[in-house]
């Protein structure tokens, strides 16, 4: 019997956005690539999923019940991962 896989995060982002930048590299600086889908905002499907979840503002992270938005929240919310090696908070 194998583990259960744990949710993938998806981070949604644009590629010119500072904060976007910020948290595209905490995810590469922690190995989190098989855990955080990467979302550009750059697609109209993207942008869809991304405003159905509530989102107004760059980057943001849906964890599956809820999105992180700014860099400092999406950043915060991917620390518990790598800290705590868990999906909730």
């Keep these: 019997m194998s ?9 949604f982002h644009r590629i010119a956005d500072p ?12 190995a989190l690539e098989d855990r ?3 979302r550009n905002l750059t697609y109209e499907e993207v942008e869809k999923d991304w405003r159905e979840r509530g989102g107004h503002t760059s980057p943001a992270l849906w964890d599956g019940a809820r999105l992180h938005q700014g ?8 620390l518990a991962v790598v800290n705590l090696g868990r999906d909730d908070s």
């Design 3 to 11: 583990a259960p896989e744990s949710p993938v995060l998806e981070l």
């Design 36 to 38: 955080v889908r990467f």
């Design 19 to 30: 904060p976007s930048a910020t948290a595209r590299r905490f995810v590469t600086d922690h």
């Design 71 to 78: 860099a400092e929240a999406v950043v915060a919310r991917l």
